[in-house]
C-alpha cells in the first residue's frame, strides 16, 4: 500500500465517528504505553500502608490499591505489556493464519488437503487448556499468552477466510499466474492475500481485543503474566476480591480493558470499509498528488 492509499484509508477512517472514537483511544493508548517506559507518577513497589484503599485525591488520581499502591502508576505500566501481547500474538496470529490457509488451499494447488482434518480436530481446544499445558514447562509469562492465543485464533481465521480465499485461488488469473509457472507462495501473497485482505483485518482486529481479555482471565487463573509484571489483568487478579471493599479498585481498569476492546473492534469495522475498494469509492479513483499533477502536466506541454 503505497502513500496515497494510505491516506486515503487514514481520513476514511477519521470520517466515521467509530472510526474517529477507535483511532482517538489507541492513540491515547499508544502515548501512555511509551510514556509509562520512562516514567509513572509513582513507582510500582511503592506503597504506604496507611494510606490503603485511598479514594481518588490530587496525590492519587485513581486512587490506591490494598497495598497502597498507586492504581494509575499500575495501569500506565500495564498499558505497555497488554500492548506488547497484542502485537505479538496479531503477528503470530496473522503469520500462522495464513501457513494454514495456504495449507488449506494446498487442494487447488497441487499438494494435500490433509491440513483441513487437522485444522477441524485442533479447533476444539480451548485457550485455557492450551495455557495450561504450557504452563507446566513454562510457568507463567507473557510468551504463555501469546502462544496460546495465537494457537486458538489462528485456527479460527484460517477457517473463517478460507471460503473467500477459495473463490480467489479458482480466479481466471490466479490459474493464469499458476500456468506461467509463478510458486504457490508468490500467489498466495500477490493474489489471494490482497483480495482477503479486509476480511483478515477484521478478523485480527478482533483477535487484538480478545487477546486483552485472555490476558485478564489467564493472569486471574494464575497461567498468565507473572505477578513481578504490570499488567492490566494483574491490577484485575488482584483487586476482584476486595470488591466489596473498595469497588473502584476493579472499576478502572475493567474500564480501560472494556473502552480498548471496544475500539480495537470498532476499528476493525472501519479498518475493512477504508480498505475494501467496494465501499470506499475513493480507493477505485483516488486523485493525483498535487506533484504528480505538476509532472503530468509538464509532461504534456513537452509532448
Known sequence: MNRRRSAIVLTSIWSTATGRFSLIVMSCWLLVALLSLVWTPYSLWATDG??????????????????GADVLSWLMAGSATNLLIVLLAVILTAICGLLLVAAMLSSHLGLSQLA?????????????????????????SIMVIVVACSF???????????????LVARSAYVESALSN???????????????????????????????ILAESGLTYLGIGVPSSVASWG???????????????????????????????????????????????????????????????AADVRES
Open 152 to 166: 486458538g485464533y489462528s485456527l479460527n481465521l484460517a477457517r473463517i477466510v478460507r471460503p473467500q480465499a477459495m
Open 181 to 211: 509457472g509463478a510458486s504457490a507462495g508468490r500467489v498466495l501473497m500477490t493474489h489471494i492475500v490482497p483480495n482477503i485482505l479486509p476480511l483478515l483485518l477484521v478478523q485480527l482486529s478482533m483477535c487484538a481485543g480478545t487477546v
Open 234 to 296: 494483574h491490577s484485575l487478579a488482584t483487586s476482584v476480591k476486595f470488591i466489596n471493599v473498595y469497588p473502584l479498585a476493579v472499576i478502572w481498569p475493567g474500564l480501560v480493558v472494556t473502552v480498548v476492546v471496544v475500539a480495537l473492534n470498532l476499528f476493525g469495522d472501519a479498518l475493512r470499509d477504508a480498505v475494501d475498494p467496494l465501499e470506499n469509492p475513493r480507493l477505485r479513483n483516488p486523485s493525483p498528488a498535487p506533484s504528480e499533477k505538476t509532472q503530468e
Open 50 to 67: 496507611f494510606h490503603v484503599w485511598q479514594s481518588p485525591s490530587w496525590s492519587h488520581p485513581l486512587g490506591t490499591d490494598g497495598s
Open 116 to 140: 483441513v482434518v487437522v485444522i477441524d480436530a485442533l479447533i476444539s481446544l480451548p485457550t485455557v487448556l492450551v495455557a495450561l499445558i504450557l504452563a507446566v514447562p513454562f510457568g507463567p
